[in-house]
C-alpha cells in the first residue's frame, strides 16, 4: 500500500476545479473531489499500466471527469507524488514546468 503526497502545486489544481464545478452546480465540486480521491487510490494498483509521459512520471486518466493525474511512484519509499491534476485541454507543458 502506498502513501500519497500532493505538491502544492496539485493541490492549487484541485482546489482551482473545485471552486470552478461549484461555481457551475453546488455539490458537483464535492463529487469532482470525490471521484479525484477514488482515482488517487487507483494509482497503487500494479494491475493498471499507466502512460509514461516523461522518465519515471505517469499520467492517470481520470474516468468521470475530464482530468489527468501526473504523477511518480517511489516503490522504495512506497509513496505517490502528484505533481499535478490538469484539465485534459489544459496545455501539458504546466506540468512538464513542475518537475
Avoid: T
Wanted: hydrophobic share 35%; glycine share 4%; with cysteine.
Amino acid at each position: 500500500m502506498y502513501d500519497y503526497k500532493l505538491l502544492p502545486s496539485a493541490k492549487q489544481d484541485v482546489v482551482g476545479a473545485f471552486k470552478w464545478y461549484e461555481k457551475e452546480s453546488k455539490g458537483l465540486g464535492y463529487l469532482f473531489m470525490q471521484e479525484l480521491s477514488s482515482e488517487i487510490k487507483k494509482l497503487d494498483n500494479p494491475l493498471i499500466k499507466e502512460r509514461r509521459v516523461f522518465l519515471d512520471f505517469q499520467k492517470h486518466i481520470c474516468k468521470k471527469f475530464p482530468y489527468y493525474i501526473y504523477y511518480k511512484k517511489d516503490g522504495d519509499k512506497k509513496l505517490i507524488i502528484i505533481f499535478a491534476v490538469l484539465h485534459k485541454k489544459q496545455d501539458s507543458s504546466q506540468f512538464y514546468n513542475r518537475i
